[in-house]
């Protein structure tokens, strides 16, 4: 378990060193919205673990947020790409997310009950500051068209949200 909680920290701190968010910051809005659609859909997938796996009722009920809220996000995000005749770009940071989900989800699946639900809790919490660091300090000043950063400030709000519920679930779980 502390290995595997270790693994999450490691995750988490790829998103928030200077260089990576520097490198962020130099992107472009279709790249932004790229990485925002992948933490996304990899906070969905986390969640629909979360819900085959936890049997306590404050992570399942935290789960089903996440997979309404993200795939909000998500169903207006595309709507404004169409709208804009857009499509998002795919780069490094969007393929190191999904890599690194890949690993948290195969350390996910070894786990069960209260080991299960402090792990998802703890990736919960830390997997939104991360996101919610890069977003607030590295994309949203950087974000070119007014529509874009308007629904990047949308999508922070809430996820700040998760972010406090999360560190709520990691306290009441430890």
């Known amino acids: 378990m502390k290995k595997f909680l270790s693994g999450l920290a490691v995750a988490a701190a790829l998103l928030t060193t200077s260089a990576q968010a520097q490198d962020v910051a130099a ?3 279709l790249e932004f919205a790229h990485i925002a659609y992948t933490a996304d859909v990899i906070d969905i997938r986390y969640a629909h673990l979360a819900l085959a796996l936890s049997s306590n009722p404050d992570v399942q009920e935290f789960a089903k947020t996440m997979i309404r809220d993200h795939e909000a996000v998500n169903e207006a995000a595309l709507g404004l790409l169409k709208k804009l005749g857009a499509e ?3 780069n490094v940071v969007s393929q190191t997310l999904n890599k690194n989900a890949e690993e948290i989800i195969d350390g996910f699946a070894k786990l069960r009950g209260a080991e299960f639900d402090a792990a998802y809790a703890a990736n919960e919490l830390a997997y939104h500051q991360a996101v919610n660091n ?13 529509e874009v950063k308007a629904l990047f400030e949308q999508g922070l709000e ?3 949200a998760h972010e406090k519920h999360a560190a ?3 306290k009441a779980l430890n």
């Open 134 to 146: 890069v977003v607030e300090n590295a994309m949203i000043p950087n974000i070119d068209n007014a």
């Open 88 to 90: 998002a770009q795919d």
């Open 168 to 170: 709520m679930m990691v």
């Open 158 to 160: 809430i996820f700040k």
């Open 27 to 29: 992107m472009n809005d």
